[in-house]
C-alpha cells in the first residue's frame, strides 16, 4: 500500500497563530520530503529529511520549521505566516534518497491564512 | 544543474484522440524521469518512470512515455484520450542523493466531448 496521510486536509490560520501540518506514512520509507504548491505551479521543495536527519532545506523562512518525530512521522509547523504562504503543502516519501527512487505524495493539506 | 522543460502550458484533445504531452531535460547525469499527475484538488500521483533499461515504459491509465537520450526527451502518450484523462501533468527529473526531484512546469489536459 502507498500511502502517504496527511492531516489536516484543510486549515485556515490568522497570521499570529501557531499550527502544524502532519504527515505519516507507514511503507518503511527512510526519507520524507515537504513541498509548496501554489496555484497553476509545480510544486517546489523545502525539506528533506533522510534517515529522520534534516538534509536539505531550500532556504525556507523561519516561520516554518520541520520536525521528524521519528521513521513514519513528519510535521510542518507553522508560525507567524503570511498571507502569501497560502498554498497546498505537499508531503512525500520515498524508500531513501538514493537515485530512483519513486516519490510517493500525499494529497496534499490546503492552507490559508489570513 | 537539472531542468525539464514541458512545451504547452494547456493541450486540448477530443475524446478518443492522440495525447502527446512534450517533455525535454538537462542534466549532466543519466537521469531518471517521472511523470505525474494531478487530478483537480488531489495531491500528485505516479503515472511511469523511466530509470534504466527499456527505454519504452508504460505506466497506468494506458499511458506511456519513451526516453529518446539524443533528443533528451521523455515525451508521454495515450492512444486514445478519455474524459476522465483532464488533469495537470507534470514530468520531472532526479539525479538523486542532495538532487532531489525537479519538476517542469505542467500541461494542463482537457479533453472535450
Known amino acids: 500500500d502507498t500511502e502517504v496521510t496527511q492531516t489536516p486536509k484543510h486549515l485556515v490560520m490568522g497570521m499570529t497563530n501557531k499550527k502544524s501540518l502532519k504527515c505519516e506514512q507507514h511503507?518503511?520509507?527512510?526519507?520524507m520530503y515537504w513541498y509548496k504548491q501554489k496555484a497553476k505551479k509545480p510544486p517546489e521543495l523545502m525539506f528533506v529529511?533522510?534517515?529522520?536527519?534534516?538534509?536539505i532545506n531550500e532556504s525556507v523562512p523561519s516561520r516554518f520549521s520541520p520536525e521528524c518525530p521519528n521513521s513514519s512521522l513528519l510535521n510542518l509547523h507553522l508560525h507567524a505566516l503570511q498571507p502569501e504562504d497560502s498554498a497546498l503543502y505537499l508531503c512525500?516519501?520515498?524508500?531513501?534518497?538514493?537515485?530512483?527512487?519513486?516519490?510517493?505524495f500525499g494529497e496534499g493539506s490546503w492552507l490559508t491564512v489570513v | 544543474a537539472q531542468s525539464v522543460t514541458q512545451l504547452g502550458s494547456h493541450v486540448s484533445v477530443s475524446e478518443g484522440a492522440l495525447v502527446l504531452l512534450r517533455c525535454n531535460y538537462s542534466?549532466?547525469?543519466?537521469?531518471?524521469l517521472f511523470w505525474y499527475v494531478q487530478y483537480p484538488n488531489q495531491g500528485l500521483q505516479l503515472l511511469l518512470k523511466?530509470?534504466?533499461?527499456?527505454?519504452l515504459v508504460k505506466g497506468i491509465n494506458g499511458f506511456e512515455a519513451e526516453f529518446k537520450k539524443s533528443e533528451t526527451s521523455f515525451h508521454l502518450t495515450k492512444p486514445s484520450a478519455h474524459m476522465s484523462d483532464a488533469a495537470e501533468y507534470f514530468c520531472?527529473?532526479?539525479?538523486?542523493?542532495?538532487?532531489?526531484?525537479?519538476f517542469g512546469k505542467g500541461t494542463r489536459l482537457s479533453v472535450i466531448a
Open positions: 512525500a516519501s520515498s524508500l531513501t534518497g538514493a537515485l530512483g527512487n519513486t516519490i510517493y
Open positions: 511503507m518503511g520509507h527512510r526519507a
Open positions: 529529511y533522510s534517515y529522520e536527519k534534516l538534509s
Open positions: 542534466s549532466s547525469v543519466p537521469p531518471y
Open positions: 523511466y530509470t534504466t533499461g527499456a527505454t
Open positions: 520531472a527529473v532526479s539525479e538523486g542523493g542532495n538532487t532531489p526531484l525537479v
